[in-house]
Nanobody, 124 residues
Framework: QVQLEESGGGLVQAGGSLRLSCAVS????????TGWFLQAPGKEREFVAA????????HHSDSLKGRFTISRDNSKNTVYLQMNSLKPEDTAVYYC?????????????????WGQGTQVTVSS
């Protein structure tokens, strides 16, 4: 079983940056595809980004590409989401996810592991 713990959320002004972290434990991190989803108030969860276990393959939401970047450090069992040029509409709870399948993480159906989420609030 995989445990995912997010950190790094908070309040930031529009135009600012945040880096979210997700600490992974309970399973060999290096075989796990990890990713990020967001859920804005009153909306469905939305795919943000995914990264393969080696880091060689990644995929970002078209709407967020260029501002958000996923990365991982296998030596620290941690995956990151760098968020730049933040907008008020980026306000959401951000979830770290993990699964053995890259396509499962991208599609968002049947993902085996979810973190509790971290709140990001962007003020105008």
């Amino acid at each position: 079983q995989v445990q995912l713990e997010e950190s790094g959320g908070g309040l930031v002004q529009a135009g600012g940056s945040l880096r979210l972290s997700c600490a992974v434990s309970g399973r060999t991190f290096r075989t796990l595809v990890t990713g990020w989803f967001l859920q804005a108030p009153g909306k469905e969860r939305e795919f943000v980004a995914a990264i393969s276990w080696s880091g060689a393959r990644s995929h970002h939401s078209d709407s967020l590409k260029g501002r958000f970047t996923i990365s991982r450090d296998n030596s620290k069992n941690t995956v990151y989401l760098q968020m730049n040029s933040l907008k008020p509409e980026d306000t959401a709870v951000y979830y770290c996810v993990g699964d053995t399948s890259f396509s499962t993480v991208v599609v968002g159906t049947g993902i085996t592991s979810w973190g509790q989420g971290t709140q990001v609030t962007v003020s105008s």
